[in-house]
């Protein structure tokens, strides 16, 4: 097999496992996955970029009309959509604490002893606060250096000294991010102990993406029959997952779509928010 | 006055006195400063940039044939022209530790109890060990902001925390700045109180440009004299600041320029090294 680059810059040796599987997961037959394997495999050019494969690979699956898969299989690139000309993603990241079952409040200042802190997210639930920095990041090869977290650190203890003592056992501290984080980055907020990092797969199993499929909580920009300037009136009107569209579809004839459009929209945005991993 | 816009993008009213101290500051008479003044204020227009206003009196100084003074009242601009496209930042952040007497490594990667941490500049002197970022900022309305100190004062906890214990009291940390700092990035440094910041005009009477003047160190980007790709030449030779001409002329006669050039810088530049304020 021939070596590709990826998004990083890195070569690596191309491998059908890896691409099987992420078919696999964005909800491929095994029959589809195994089709479009094959035909990727046959047409792939010596040092090619993974996201051109990829893109190729999410092309062929919409060719079979496989419409949800296909959002869904999308779904790293609808996050960069929400990007800073899109939805903010620290309020996308708020949604997720709130879907589950947390008093969310985004843009907080909090005091510390030293300077007050501005915190992207603080998500309540009981007695447990939990303050989030949300790093976004456009282009997949930019990792979240070593710096967010030594920098959250001294923030966290800073707040943290001018809660009462018998308070401060309720506090979390966390890095979300839609990338990944660098090697020194992990190994330090795993030494320190008290900084949850949540990337795009990372921790394994358990990262944003998981989140996001679990919680059925896709944001609009994964519906592929929407044009950008769609997507962008979508946010206006406060739409941002699948979810806001499946609880109030009477916003949608607002925005000059086809009762068409507008059905089909409503239908894959329904399938999506149902699909649970 | 006609009200004028700072580089931050701050509106304020335009102040004679503070161009008067800032043409005596580059070492213009009072007569001049006086004349240079009056001229400005004449044909101050609403809403200048403080930049160009600026840049009008720093004309009028070389217009008077008062090279040398001109180039100490560039010498903010000297500093920015040491930039990413020329020669690093923390290079000439060294060799004001250097020429203070301490060893120093630019560079060094330094061990901590997590993970290593490059360290801008390491000072050494006797028992003293100054761990330095150094931060360059291209745009003067730049300024550093609160996470600067914030991720310096967990990455020093971390290096000291790999220090035995006895060895600590002599371990310093500082960033310096060709800017200025924020207002919490003061108010935190202050407060946890291990952190010296050093900016431009920071702390007053005590910054970056005193420093620069007390010790000599005028970057050879203050000759205005050359030319932008002569500068880069004198970089490639290692000569970097005025001193480095003093000590070693002879590595002017390989760089093509005329004899009556090399004798001008020559000349510019031992001004420049013996203006001690």
Redesign the interface.
């Known amino acids: 097999m021939p070596s590709i680059i990826k998004a990083s810059g890195q070569r690596e040796q191309f491998k059908q496992s890896k691409l099987r599987k992420s078919l696999h997961r964005s909800g491929a037959t095994s029959v589809q996955a195994e089709e479009i394997v094959t035909v990727i495999s046959q047409g792939l050019r010596e040092g090619e970029n993974t996201s051109d494969i990829y893109n190729r690979a999410f092309h062929l699956l919409r060719k079979n009309r496989n419409e949800i898969p296909a959002a869904r299989y999308s779904l790293k690139q609808a996050i960069r959509e929400l990007g800073p000309t899109g939805f903010p993603f620290e309020k996308f990241v708020g949604k997720i604490f709130e879907a589950s079952g947390y008093d969310v409040k985004v843009g907080q200042i909090m005091k510390g002893?030293?300077?007050?802190?501005e915190m992207d997210v603080v998500a309540v639930k009981g007695k447990e606060i939990v303050l989030v920095e949300a790093k976004f990041r456009n282009r997949s090869g930019d990792d979240i250096g070593?710096?967010v977290?030594?920098?959250m650190?001294?923030?966290f203890e800073?707040i943290l000294n001018n809660v009462p003592k018998e308070k401060r056992r309720g506090y979390r501290c966390m890095i979300v991010t839609n990338t990944r984080f660098s090697v020194?980055a992990c190994?330090?907020a795993d030494?320190?102990g008290n900084i949850k990092l949540i990337g795009w797969r990372f921790p394994k199993d358990n990262g944003l993406e998981h989140m996001i499929e679990s919680l059925g909580l896709h944001p609009i920009t994964v519906l592929n029959i929407l044009s950008r300037e769609e997507k962008l009136k979508f946010f206006e009107k406060g739409l941002v997952v699948c979810q806001d569209i499946d609880k109030a579809p009477h916003k949608l004839d607002s925005l000059g779509l086809s009762k068409n459009k507008i059905n089909t929209v409503i239908e894959q945005a329904k399938e999506l928010c149902r699909l649970k991993v």
Do not use: A, E
């Open positions: 002893t030293c300077v007050s802190h070593v710096r977290p030594l920098y650190r001294s923030r800073d020194d190994k330090y030494c320190v």
